[in-house]
T-cell receptor
Framework: NAGVTQTPKFQVLKTGQSMTLQCAQDMNHEYMSWYRQDPGMGLRLIHYSVGAGITDQGEVPNGYNVSRSTTEDFPLRLLSAAPSQTSVYFC?????????????FGPGTRLTVL | AQTVTQSQPEMSVQEAETVTLSCTYDTSENNYYLFWYKQPPSRQMILVIRQEAYKQQNATENRFSVNFQKAAKSFSLKISDSQLGDTAMYFCAFDLYGGATNKLIFGTGTLLAVQP
């Protein structure tokens, strides 16, 4: 198992550009999420998915789109990048059975918007 | 809405000593889960310990233990016999579903430096 993989590791965009941050997991986890981490603010939930075809908004969804066409992949799209979206982005996946929970975070993508 | 507060932005401890990181939270729910995550300079998020609110017994994982005070809505992390590898940012987090649905609410973090 490769766990949770994120690509790219680093990205620099200009204001107004669009891009997709990729997230994939090979553990057949139902639940996947995207968080952003800003200095002094901890991690905040952007979007999450409880299974293929099902997504919902988190705390800070504006400016981001997601889709979950397969169990494995959960891409995050920035439609028109803004400097306020400069951040480190983490993807996470998890699985639960009864009270047992297995959770993984990806290594993060550092995004800079100029 | 739930909130998580970590009031210590930075802390320092000598190697081999004990340190306690503070966390308070606010919720109107009775059943929930609390977590401590470690984020070393590599940025990888690592689950340190997990506490279920319905369990009165404090969770422990080797040198890491928590003091869970449900009535006071307090959830502190104690690190015993601190090691240089414990240097990291530590986040307290809250979830209604045990982390299963990945809808965690995080505090702002405490940067811990272990001094040799």
């Amino acid at each position: 198992n490769a766990g949770v993989t994120q690509t790219p590791k680093f990205q620099v965009l200009k204001t107004g550009q669009s891009m997709t941050l990729q997230c994939a997991q090979d553990m057949n986890h139902e639940y996947m999420s995207w968080y952003r981490q800003d200095p002094g603010m901890g991690l905040r939930l952007i979007h999450y998915s409880v299974g293929a075809g099902i997504t919902d908004q988190g705390e800070v969804p504006n400016g981001y789109n997601v889709s979950r066409s397969t169990t494995e992949d959960f891409p995050l799209r920035l439609l028109s990048a803004a400097p306020s979206q400069t951040s480190v982005y983490f993807c996470a996946s998890s699985w639960a059975s009864g009270r047992a929970v297995v959770q993984f975070f990806g290594p993060g993508t550092r995004l800079t918007v100029l | 809405a739930q909130t998580v507060t970590q009031s210590q932005p930075e802390m320092s401890v000598q190697e081999a000593e004990t340190v306690t990181l503070s966390c308070t939270y606010d919720t109107s729910e009775n059943n929930y889960y609390l977590f401590w995550y470690k984020q070393p300079p590599s940025r990888q998020m690592i689950l340190v310990i997990r506490q279920e609110a319905y369990k009165q017994q404090n969770a422990t994982e080797n040198r890491f233990s928590v003091n869970f005070q449900k009535a006071a809505k307090s959830f502190s992390l104690k690190i015993s016999d601190s090691q240089l590898g414990d240097t990291a940012m530590y986040f307290c987090a809250f979830d209604l579903y045990g982390g299963a649905t990945n809808k965690l609410i995080f505090g702002t973090g405490t940067l811990l430096a272990v001094q040799p």
